[in-house]
């Protein structure tokens, strides 16, 4: 399905994030031994990174890393960071923050030499800017891979747009 958007060598970089709310919507939990073989079926697959804030002490995570990792995917990581919460009068809650959009990025820049078209996983606006970048400047065909839920405006404008429901029977975990 996907090899008729992608021609050439293609790169994948998979924003985790954006991902794990994606299949709280989505209602089913992607399969990520599947979706790499899928991939690899229907493309000819250089990379594919996998980019996610890590808590060290939740070891059902770092199974998780360690098992993509084996199979085959670049994991990039960093450790989540607590973010304190005010509110007028006390320090209230925070919330646990791991942003790799940056280190995504800089991959997929030094890596342009490697792919003719690169699949990002995410739906997160931010990227726009870069793959606008990709397009004009290293002639890269940029395809975009969410949910209806999860999608901006902006990436769906600028490029190719896969719903990840459509791969379902694919990728599935069950």
Not at 45 to 61: G, H, P, V, W
Not at 62 to 75: M, N, P, Q, R
Not at 116 to 127: E, H, K, M, N, T
Request: proline share 1%; net charge positive; hydrophobic share 40%.
């Amino acid at each position: 399905m996907i090899s008729k958007y992608a021609k050439g060598k293609v790169s994948v970089f998979i924003d985790a994030s954006n991902i794990y709310y994606s299949q709280k919507k989505l209602k089913w939990h992607i399969d990520f031994k599947k979706f790499l073989d899928y991939l690899k079926q229907e493309l000819d697959l250089q990379e594919i990174y996998y980019y996610t804030a890590r808590d060290l002490s939740f070891f059902k995570q770092t199974k998780f890393i360690a098992f993509l990792e084996s199979i085959g995917y670049e994991v990039r990581s960093k450790k989540v960071k607590f973010i304190k919460s005010k509110n007028k009068d006390k320090i209230k809650d925070g919330f646990y923050k791991g942003n790799l959009d940056v280190e995504l990025t800089i991959d997929v820049l030094e890596t342009k030499n490697k792919y003719d078209a690169l699949i990002l996983v995410s739906g997160d606006s931010d990227f726009e800017p870069l793959l606008q970048l990709m397009k004009r400047k290293y002639n890269k065909k940029c395809l975009v891979m969410a949910t209806k839920h999860n999608i901006s405006i902006e990436l769906i404008k600028c490029a190719k747009y896969i719903n990840l429901n459509k791969l379902k029977k694919y990728i599935i975990k069950v």
